[in-house]
């Protein structure tokens, strides 16, 4: 997960935490090699994980089980993904069926479908998807008879973003309330784009 989910979970049990002081220990923690970067060459939206030497450290000192990394992710996708809000909403709703057909669907039908939840404009929309095709996280995988729009479908790396951001999102194994809690999943869902 990126220092600014483990700020906003922490938060909870410190109000008053600052995001520079997630920093300093995050840097601390990189230091006693406890923790790594799993992104170091992105600008934004770097993922923390605990390292080998971590992972042991949890479970002492929390009880926390944490879940092991996947070994075929890439990281800086899933770094571009969690930082970017609308990036984020809108591959994750390419990843619902869609109520029409399973060719996939269309940036107008993903909009439509996001209006209540996450309103946003259509050029908004178009622009995620660009930014996903780009990355490959998404495909087409058609088009609509008439108007001729076209249709969007996960891809294999696709499908395993979104499954790791509803990982990151769930409480598996650290227990509730616990700062291991904080740290036990690689993703985060960051508010600033």
């Not at 995050?26 to 060459?41: D, E, G, K, S, T």
């Not at 399973?102 to 259509?122: H, W």
Request: net charge positive; hydrophobic share 40%.
């Amino acid at each position: 997960m990126t220092a600014s989910l483990i700020w906003q979970r922490a938060r909870v049990f410190a109000p008053r935490l600052q995001l520079r002081d997630v920093w300093f220990v995050v840097r601390q923690f990189q230091a006693r090699a406890l923790v790594q970067c799993l992104n170091p060459a992105t600008g934004n939206g770097k993922i923390y994980f605990w390292t080998e030497r971590g992972l042991p450290a949890v479970k002492r000192a929390f009880g926390s089980i944490v879940k092991p990394l996947a070994d075929n992710m890439n990281w800086n996708y899933l770094g571009k993904v969690a930082r970017a809000r609308v990036r984020r909403v809108v591959l994750d709703e390419i990843a619902k069926p869609s109520s029409r057909s399973a060719a996939g669907k269309s940036a107008t039908e993903i909009r439509k479908n996001l209006l209540e939840r996450s309103p946003m404009e259509l050029s908004r929309t178009i622009r995620a998807l660009d930014e996903l095709s780009r990355l490959n996280l998404i495909r087409v995988s058609g088009w609509t008879p008439k108007p001729r729009r076209k249709l969007y479908q996960l891809t294999t790396a696709g499908h395993r973003v979104v499954e790791t951001l509803k990982q990151a999102h769930t409480h598996h194994h650290a227990a509730p309330g616990s700062p291991a809690e904080a740290m036990r999943d690689p993703v985060e869902r960051c508010s600033r784009r």
